[in-house]
C-alpha cells in the first residue's frame, strides 16, 4: 500500500507568526489539505511570541475545526518544568511528564476548559516538545481526550488505552508504506521555507490524508510495531552522524 501522509502545524497561537502564516494557510485550501493544527490554550513561552496577538485568534480556530480541521490541545501553556523525556525520549524538558498527577490533571483540566470556553472541540493531543508520561495519558483517558498524536509507529494504534497516530518526520520525503506525520513550526519560516512547503503540497497532496480518515484503522499494538517504534529513532540518528558535514 503507498504511504500516506498527514500535516500537523505546531505552536498555533494568538501571537505566532501571521505574516507567514497568511501565506500558508491558502495554499492547504488550494490543495485541499485539512491539516493537524496543534493549539497553545494560554500561551506563556516567550519563544512563541512571534507576531502581534490576534484579537480574532479562537474566531479562526472555529473556524478551522469548522471545515474539518484536527484541532489538538497542544499542552496549556507551553512552559516547561521538569527534565523528563516522558514516553517519547526525544527531549529532556517536559510541561507534563514527571510532574504529580494532581498537578498534571490541573493543567490538563484547565487547558480543556479554555477549549470549551471558547466553543472548541479538542480532537487530539500533542504534547510540547513531544514529552508526557503515563499519567498524562491516564488522565487524558479520565478527560475524554483518546487520541494521540505522537509515536514512532508506522501504522495507527491502539496502546496504554488511547488512539495513537504516529508522528515520526519533520518534512516530507518518500517513503515505501504506511502513515507518516510531517510535523513543522512555521513560526519566524522565510520564503526559503515557503517555497519548500509549496513544491512539498504540490508533490504529496494526493497521499496527504486526514486524522479522522485513518483513527477508525487504529489496532492494538503489536511485536512488529515495538519493532519499528524502537528502530526507527536509532536509524534517524545513523543518519545523522552518516549525513556529510
Given amino acids: 500500500m503507498a504511504a500516506r501522509y498527514l500535516l500537523r502545524f505546531d505552536d498555533i497561537s494568538p501571537c505566532m507568526d501571521w505574516a507567514v502564516w497568511d501565506r500558508i494557510e491558502p495554499m492547504l485550501h488550494a490543495h485541499g489539505i485539512r491539516p493537524i493544527l496543534a493549539v ?4 506563556r513561552d516567550p519563544k512563541l511570541v ?14 478551522w475545526q ?34 504529580p498527577e494532581d498537578v498534571q490533571r490541573d493543567k490538563l483540566v ?17 504534547a510540547p516538545a513531544h514529552s508526557f508520561d503515563r499519567v498524562t495519558v491516564r ?21 496504554l488505552g488511547a488512539t495513537w497516530i ?17 510535523c513543522l513550526h512555521c513560526n519566524r519560516y522565510g520564503e526559503v521555507e ?14 496527504i490524508t486526514t486524522l479522522d480518515a485513518v483513527a477508525a484503522s487504529a489496532r492494538p499494538l503489536a511485536l512488529a510495531d515495538w519493532a519499528f517504534a524502537a528502530g526507527l529513532p536509532l536509524l534517524r540518528a545513523l543518519r545523522r552522524r552518516l549525513a556529510p558535514r
Fill in 40 to 43: 497553545v490554550p494560554d500561551n
Fill in 50 to 63: 512571534v507576531g502581534a496577538v490576534r484579537a480574532d485568534f479562537w474566531d479562526r480556530v472555529r473556524a
Fill in 66 to 99: 469548522a471545515a474539518g480541521w484536527c484541532i489538538a490541545l497542544h499542552g496549556y501553556q507551553h512552559r516547561y518544568e521538569t527534565r523528563n523525556a516522558g514516553l517519547m525520549g526525544i527531549n529532556a524538558y517536559s510541561e507534563f511528564a514527571g510532574l
Fill in 110 to 126: 484547565r487547558a480543556l476548559a479554555i477549549f470549551q470556553e471558547q466553543g472548541v472541540r479538542a480532537d487530539a493531543w500533542v
Fill in 139 to 159: 488522565l487524558l483517558l479520565e478527560l475524554g481526550l483518546g487520541t494521540i498524536s505522537d509515536g514512532f509507529y508506522f501504522r495507527p494504534v491502539h496502546h
Fill in 166 to 182: 504516529p508522528q515520526q518526520l519533520w518534512h516530507f520525503r518518500p517513503m515505501p508504506g504506511g502513515l507518516w506525520t510531517v
Fill in 194 to 207: 515557503l517555497n519548500r512547503l509549496q513544491t512539498w503540497l504540490t508533490t504529496y497532496a494526493d497521499r
